[in-house]
């Protein structure tokens, strides 16, 4: 160990009584005690093994198995080996600082001022479910609505990675799941290697995109007023809000509840929460409860009073469902039925018509059968290991 270890640029984070140790370039970290971080500091700095392991001893009053923490410096890959070419710049990093001058900053403003003055000055222009149906081909509608609103997810996506890009993180967008639905989601695993406060923006940038996307058709349909164009504009502004609003099911673990999470230094809070109050229920029903040993102490402390908000994010998704999505479903398949059944009607509207309710009831049996087979697996499996 009388070698001279070689280290790729490393950051290091204070997290509470934690160092968030790792390399930004392939988002790989590791959680050091404060002494075992200042271990790992002496040794990039050039300072020998065996040198370093006198120096902890005489300065902690203990030893140290500088074999094991090499090997752990090794499994997290911030030692260079041998020839390892040097990691490549991140890109569009100059593109992010300037999404987030203070002259971005100054026009995102005046968009978002002008577009409540429309609304004020037309109070048609504000979202409402009723703009859902700017024609009356049902097909048309969900075609376009489908084919537009991948582009606007992804915009809220590319908010996100630019936000983290101008801190020279790594981020990138791919697909992931939130309960039942297949989403577009943005890896920012390289937060943990900046200041708690420099968080934020890059958690919250999707929904600013989402709010500057919803502005500026609300402004072009005003400006387009009681044509085509103007009617697409606000049936888009409106499924933007929608989109906003999703971000606050905290169950769903969306940009909201990562902000908050963040803010309040938890580390796992969704599953320490639903552990909690699986355990009040089986505590009324007296059924085992779930150990707790494994809660970490802050999750513990913020889960009590944060339970009351996770039932109210599913009361809130319930009533979200009843009072929008079902009357603006109900609506849709309910102009598609009367269509059937009306005399009189152009081919290509019974047309429409009946791709529609197809497409409805094939994603209700769909649905159906996904949750059948489900149900089944977990059936085989609970006979498998009984």
Same mark, same amino acid.
């Given at each position: 160990?009388?070698?001279?270890?070689?280290?790729?640029?490393?950051?290091?984070?204070?997290?509470?009584?934690?160092?968030?140790?790792?390399?930004?370039?392939?988002?790989?970290?590791?959680?050091?005690?404060?002494?075992?971080?200042?271990?790992?500091?002496?040794?990039?700095?050039?300072?020998?093994?065996?040198?370093?392991?006198?120096?902890?001893?005489?300065?902690?009053?203990?030893?140290?198995?500088?074999?094991?923490?090499?090997?752990?410096?090794?499994?997290?890959?911030?030692?260079?080996?041998?020839?390892?070419?040097?990691?490549?710049?991140?890109?569009?990093?100059?593109?992010?600082?300037?999404?987030?001058?203070?002259?971005?900053?100054?026009?995102?403003?005046?968009?978002?001022?002008?577009?409540?003055?429309?609304?004020?000055?037309?109070?048609?222009?504000?979202?409402?479910?009723?703009?859902? =149906? #700017?024609?009356?081909?049902? %097909?048309?509608?969900? *075609? /376009?609505?489908? !084919? &537009?609103? $991948?582009? +606007?997810?992804?915009?809220?996506?590319?908010?996100?990675?630019?936000?983290?890009?101008?801190?020279?993180?790594?981020?990138?967008?791919?697909?992931?799941?939130?309960?039942?639905?297949?989403?577009?989601?943005?890896?920012?695993?390289?937060?943990?290697?900046?200041?708690?406060?420099?968080?934020?923006?890059?958690?919250?940038?999707?929904?600013?995109?989402?709010?500057?996307?919803?502005?500026?058709?609300?402004?072009?349909?005003?400006?387009?007023?009681?044509?085509?164009?103007?009617?697409?504009?606000?049936?888009?502004?409106?499924?933007?809000?929608?989109?906003?609003?999703?971000?606050?099911? =905290? #169950?769903?673990?969306?940009? %909201?509840?990562?902000? *908050? /999470?963040?803010? !309040? &230094?938890? $580390?796992? +809070?969704?599953?320490?929460?639903?552990?909690?109050?699986?355990?009040?229920?089986?505590?009324?029903?007296?059924?085992?409860?779930?150990?707790?040993?494994?809660?970490?102490?802050?999750?513990?402390?913020?889960?009590?009073?944060?339970?009351?908000?996770?039932?109210?994010?599913?009361?809130?998704?319930?009533?979200?469902?009843?009072?929008?999505?079902?009357?603006?479903?109900?609506?849709?398949?309910?102009?598609?039925?009367?269509?059937?059944?009306?005399?009189?009607?152009?081919?290509?509207?019974?047309?429409?018509?009946?791709?529609?309710?197809?497409?409805?009831?094939?994603?209700?049996?769909?649905?159906?059968?996904?949750?059948?087979?489900?149900?089944?697996?977990?059936?085989?499996?609970?006979?498998?290991?009984?």
């Amino acid at each position: 160990m009388a070698v001279q270890l070689a280290f790729h640029d490393l950051s290091y984070v204070d997290d509470g009584d934690e160092v968030v140790v790792g390399r930004r370039d392939i988002d790989s970290y590791g959680v050091f005690p404060p002494d075992g971080a200042a271990l790992v500091r002496k040794l990039a700095n050039g300072m020998e093994p065996a040198a370093a392991a006198a120096w902890y001893q005489d300065t902690y009053g203990t030893a140290v198995d500088m074999t094991d923490l090499i090997d752990t410096l090794r499994e997290l890959r911030l030692l260079r080996e041998h020839d390892e070419p040097d990691p490549r710049p991140v890109r569009w990093q100059r593109l992010g600082r300037w999404l987030f001058s203070p002259a971005a900053w100054v026009v995102y403003a005046c968009l978002v001022v002008v577009a409540i003055a429309v609304c004020v000055a037309r109070p048609g222009l504000i979202p409402h479910r009723g703009n859902i =149906f #700017f024609t009356d081909y049902l %097909v048309v509608i969900e *075609v /376009t609505l489908l !084919l &537009g609103q $991948v582009p +606007l997810t992804l915009l809220h996506e590319w908010f996100h990675v630019m936000a983290g890009r101008r801190l020279g993180l790594r981020s990138k967008v791919g697909l992931g799941w939130r309960m039942y639905f297949v989403v577009f989601e943005t890896s920012l695993d390289g937060l943990v290697s900046v200041p708690r406060r420099s968080r934020y923006l890059p958690m919250l940038a999707g929904m600013l995109m989402d709010l500057l996307v919803m502005s500026a058709l609300t402004v072009l349909a005003y400006l387009t007023w009681d044509s085509l164009l103007a009617k697409v504009c606000l049936a888009f502004a409106f499924t933007t809000f929608l989109r906003i609003t999703w971000q606050f099911y =905290f #169950f769903l673990r969306t940009d %909201v509840y990562y902000l *908050v /999470t963040t803010v !309040l &230094g938890c $580390v796992d +809070l969704q599953t320490t929460t639903r552990e909690m109050l699986r355990n009040r229920v089986n505590a009324v029903l007296g059924r085992p409860l779930t150990s707790e040993a494994h809660w970490h102490p802050r999750d513990r402390a913020v889960a009590r009073w944060y339970l009351p908000l996770h039932v109210a994010g599913y009361a809130f998704m319930i009533a979200l469902l009843v009072t929008v999505l079902l009357p603006m479903t109900w609506q849709f398949l309910g102009n598609a039925g009367h269509t059937l059944l009306s005399d009189d009607v152009p081919p290509a509207r019974v047309a429409d018509a009946a791709i529609v309710l197809t497409t409805a009831v094939a994603q209700f049996a769909l649905a159906g059968y996904l949750a059948l087979r489900a149900r089944r697996n977990r059936a085989t499996s609970a006979q498998e290991e009984s």
